[in-house]
């Protein structure tokens, strides 16, 4: 199985699904990690992408499978049409069986440009996607899909998290709620610890 990742920022996706990874990486033929903004230190991210290469290694991805864009923050909507283009080029490179992106229910604009333009390349390709979660971008979410996590995957996420120390100053940026939703939504589906996710598409 090829997994594509889509992380509006370098974070999102390890936040979002970054236990499910971990499990996934142990049988998954590629996993590609998809970041839309820059590494250039021109726009401050050589911190950020030092950070997400530690995060990274914690969940057992190498640098090989991240790919960075070139979009600035919150300026994705006016760049719709690019990000279009770029994901469909990608597309046609790689074959893609199942797709992690922000819930189609996330709030933040760049996170909805990425869905909805993901949405438009793959509407008539058989690729499972699935919309993770960002606990204070979602006002609504559909748990219709659970991936099980076993305690290594949870600690793999969790150690991820405290790589991204340049986050730490916000507000909702904190650990406890990461490890509070993996229980709660583990308890959902009658396990110990779970990730659950929208299910936009899923193809049998």
Known sequence: MNILVCSPHYDDGLLGCGGSLAKLVETADSIEYLVFTPRSPDYGHK???EELMKANKLIG???DAVTYLDFKTREFPK??????????HLKKKTDFQLIFTPSRFD???DHQT?????LRVYKRLPTSIFGYEL???TFSFNTAVFCGLEENHVNAKLDAFDCFKTQMSREHFS???????IKVRGAQMGADYAEAFEAIRVIL
């Open 107 to 109: 709030v933040h604009q």
């Open 79 to 88: 760049n719709r049409q690019r990000i279009l283009d770029t994901i469909y």
């Open 175 to 181: 650990r406890q709620l990461f490890e509070s939703n």
């Open 135 to 137: 606990v204070l971008n």
């Open 114 to 118: 990425v869905t909805n333009e993901l």
């Open 47 to 49: 911190v950020l992408h």
């Open 61 to 63: 991805l190498d640098e």
